[in-house]
């Protein structure tokens, strides 16, 4: 069984994590992207690796969530400085949010609060909000500051919304199989497809409207939250070493 790694050493760790990323410039394959200080004065920075944290930082959290990029250079110059979606990391109203909410209430028994939350990408991409980050700067992102969450936290399971940050993760951690599409990605195979250090790790479509219908709209992406909810709960109800201090 692993050693219990208090909650107070877990925050020291990731805090340290979030300055690096506070003083890193990241030079991508193509392109220079922002930090959140290069932006709006400041204003998103916050104590975390990315702001989509600050409602979910359970650093004992049984599920870690993990999303491809918070926001572009675009979107966040066009909403300006608001200061909700500041307080919370994320615009609570927005679909894929309320959508991500929904799925995590009704498959897998938490609140959104209850989890860990964090982006594959750290950083700010340009363009608009759908904009494509290249897959080797998406790795190198995830390989720096993703998977060193997971192993941080180390959550029961790690569920990635979207293929993009999925496979990121698989490269970052040098997973055998090359690419995974989205089919493959929820299923429970024996052995597990994609672990980190031992914590299983799967991918759902984008909660998104663009995410969704790609994969033929909500009656095919509810089943593979459903699946996974099970297997989740399944997690849940082995023995575990107790919470952290």
């Not at 690796?49 to 359970?58: E, F, K």
């Not at 004992?60 to 969530?65: F, G, H, I, P, V």
């Not at 979207?162 to 089919?183: D, H, T, V, Y």
């Amino acid at each position: 069984m692993d050693a219990v790694i208090r909650a107070s050493d877990k925050r020291v760790a990731l805090s340290a994590l979030a300055k690096k990323r506070q003083a890193e410039t990241f030079e991508g394959y193509s392109r220079r992207y922002l930090n959140f200080s290069d932006i709006l004065d400041g204003y998103y920075e916050c104590d975390h690796v990315v702001p989509w944290t600050i409602s979910a930082c359970d650093v004992d959290a049984e599920l870690m969530l993990i999303s491809q990029d918070w926001a572009s250079e675009e979107f966040l110059l066009k909403t300006g400085k608001d200061e909700k979606q500041k307080a919370f990391g994320q615009v609570a109203d927005l679909a894929t949010n309320v959508q991500t909410r929904t799925m995590l209430e009704k498959h897998m028994k938490l609140s959104f609060r209850e989890t860990y939350a964090t982006d594959a990408f750290a950083f700010i991409k340009s363009g608009s909000m759908n904009a494509r980050i290249v897959f080797r700067d998406l790795v190198k992102s995830a390989s720096d500051y993703a998977l060193p969450q997971i192993r941080i936290v180390r959550p029961k399971m790690v569920l990635c919304l979207g293929s993009a940050p999925f496979n990121a993760i698989r490269k970052a951690s040098g997973q055998a199989g090359g690419w995974f599409n989205l089919e493959r990605s929820y299923q429970v195979e024996r052995p597990l497809h994609t672990t980190v250090d031992g914590i299983p790790v799967f991918a759902v479509a984008h909660p998104g409207g663009t995410g969704t219908r790609s994969i033929g709209g909500w009656q095919k992406a509810e089943p593979r939250w459903e699946a996974l909810g099970n297997y989740f709960q399944s997690l849940r109800a082995q023995p575990t070493s107790p919470r952290s201090a």
